[in-house]
């Protein structure tokens, strides 16, 4: 993973702390087969998972549209 990928992470999990400050320390791997230059943004495919990730482990639920915000404001 290049030194930038954490920094993705870290946004979204900074901001997510902000709005639900119950959220639980994980210690998480990442895996992924989306090819580089295959045309998506894994960026953005990585703060929302990492989102989804959170939501899961703080037993809320935000809607598709502000958790979209959040991964983008990250």
């Given amino acids: 993973m290049s030194a930038s990928w954490p920094s993705y992470i ?3 999990v900074d901001l997510f702390e902000r709005r639900f400050p119950a959220t639980p320390t994980l210690d998480v791997a990442i895996a ?3 090819p580089l230059g295959s ?3 894994s960026s953005a495919s990585l703060e929302v998972a ?3 990730v959170l ?3 703080a037993g809320v639920r935000m809607d598709p549209r502000g958790k979209a915000l959040l991964c983008q404001e990250a």
């Fill in 39 to 41: 045309g998506l943004s």
């Fill in 55 to 57: 939501e899961a482990a």
């Fill in 32 to 34: 992924s087969s989306v």
């Fill in 10 to 12: 870290q946004g979204v």
């Fill in 50 to 52: 990492a989102a989804t």
